[in-house]
């Protein structure tokens, strides 16, 4: 009988985090600079990160900024169909955490709390409410 465990080490789960940032970050067309930003990183960091998975250990706040996007990334895929869940983050928006800004441009500029508070929009449209 197999056991699984879902604890693996900090390192796997960030080498995982990464590597499905990175191809978010493919999939929204994000420019490095931009991707950087939205991971915490310089872009230096973020280019080795992309490339290798090695970048040193991550901060607590880097991981749950990749998480979230992560997230953010699978709800948009749920609640709508491509193209429109991969150009979304690019579109301007007048929803009430938006104010005709793109989601990409606010959670640029808003960090990480404005990251987690588009994931929770997301998560509350997809949710119906």
């Known amino acids: ?17 990464l590597k499905a940032f990175a191809r978010i970050a493919d ?16 872009e230096v960091i973020w280019e080795q ?3 290798s998975g090695c970048v040193g250990e991550l901060s607590s706040d880097q991981m749950l900024r990749l998480s979230a996007l992560i997230g953010l990334y699978t ?4 609640y709508f169909d491509r193209p429109t869940s991969r150009d979304w983050v690019r579109m301007p928006n007048g929803g009430p955490e938006l104010g005709g800004a793109s989601p990409i ?25």
């Open 75 to 78: 709800s948009l895929e749920l």
């Open 49 to 51: 990160a992309r490339q």
């Open 1 to 17: 009988m197999n056991s699984y465990s879902l604890e693996g080490s900090a390192r796997d789960r960030q080498d995982v985090a």
């Open 27 to 42: 999939a929204w067309s994000l420019a490095p600079h931009e991707a950087a930003t939205l991971a915490d990183m310089s």
């Open 105 to 129: 441009d606010a959670m640029i500029a808003g960090g990480l709390s404005r990251i987690l508070r588009m994931r929770g929009y997301v998560d509350a449209l997809r949710e119906g409410v």
